[in-house]
């Protein structure tokens, strides 16, 4: 089969410069939902017909399987697909995709594509109660005749009804001929690709119809109103997917998946919880309120407290994370690890029953297990030009308020005192402190305020 994405046009109504097919639903270009969707049918032929927003279309998406075609000027939906002709494979159907339409299911393209066969024109039709703006599907005796445009419709007309989704599907050698005779001699003067309808009725060929599962699958995005609307209807789809398997969602009108989330059994996840990339929450996860994790995987029964921001990180069983945590790319964090409030783990890996509590930053680091870092800790990792690592062995024991200098070691089971800057490396199983010592200044007095005259 091949597949033609319409996506040329300019979108004028999204008020913005990023063409429209760009503009992100859960965190993907219009455009790259469509064409996903298309690749669950494995087309011989995958071809973009771009236009408005120059190359940024083809300059964002392009991949090995992806064809492209320019479109400029747009002369209408029927011009659009005849700049993929040169493309088309004449043995095989074609489909036609817009690429502002992103929810359309591969379920319902497959049972257009199974009723229109090889040598059908098929097309996705849907019944609306306004289907104002729509062209009219034109029935006579229930077959379909043409489609008419709502501005070139008559009163009779446009109180029909059914209207042409857009979505098409033809034999390939008759929709050349007929994208050939196409004229734009129309009320908005322009080649409808609607119109190949009568011409498949004129020279015989079957017009057939299938209809979605759902009506948004058939929406268009036309507005950020109409994008805000279907960013919804996607988010609710997602959530009740989660439900169903069995994720308790104390709100499924507040969580945002962009992405795949992938979850074990009785997982929980409380409100305002935006999850991106590819994100897996093990058996008996809990995520508390306003957690942003993306691209993280995360071990079974562990707790994440609210306000906690993951990224690219490792997460074990029955860890303890924040709450206000924050894992930078590269933490792992073996299990029963606990990360506390204001603590920023990054490039690290921290062995298992450690603990980092409080006010603290972990970077370029390999922490041992059962290792205390108390509040106030930080690894000074950059001279300003290079990062350095520190490594701090088992057992060791971190004093609040210490800064260690990278590169350095903290040996087994050392203990480092409080308010420590540790330069030169901290020998195992002993007590090092770096204070002055601490004296009383017999004799002193606080200053007083001098009197302005
Ligand atoms: C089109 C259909 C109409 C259908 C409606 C469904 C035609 C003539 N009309 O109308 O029957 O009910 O879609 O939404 O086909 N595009 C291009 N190049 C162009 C023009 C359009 O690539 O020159 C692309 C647009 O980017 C968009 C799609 O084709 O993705 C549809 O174009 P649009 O202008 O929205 O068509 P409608 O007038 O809504
Ligand atoms: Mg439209």
Redesign the pocket.
Known sequence: MNIVI????MGKRMQSALPKVLHPLAGKPLLSHVIDTARQLSPSTLCV?Y?HGGEQVPQLLQAPDLAFAK?EP????G??VMQAVPQLDDDAPTLIL???VPLTTAASLQRLLDIAGTDKLGILTVEMDNPT???RIVREHGSITR?V?QKDASADELAIRE????IIVAPTRLLKVWLSTLSNSNAQG?Y???DIVASAVADGVAVVSAQPDHVWETH?VNSKVQLAELERVHQHNIAHALLEQGVTLVDPARIDVRGTLTCGRDVSIDVGCVFEGNVTLADGVRIDAYCVIHNTTVGTQTHIRPYSHFENAVVGADCIIGPYARLRPGTVLAEDVHIGNFVEVKNSEIAAHSKANHLTYIGDSTIGSRVNVGAGTITCNYDGVNKSRTIIEDDAFIGSATQLVAPIRVGQGATLGAGTTLTRDAPAGKLTVSRAKQVTVEGWQRPVKIKKS
């Open positions: 319409l996506a040329a046009g017909i236009g479109q747009q002369l209408g939906t011009h659009a817009y690429g502002d703006g729509y062209g489609i445009e209207v042409n989704t857009g322009e409808y690709l609607t268009g």
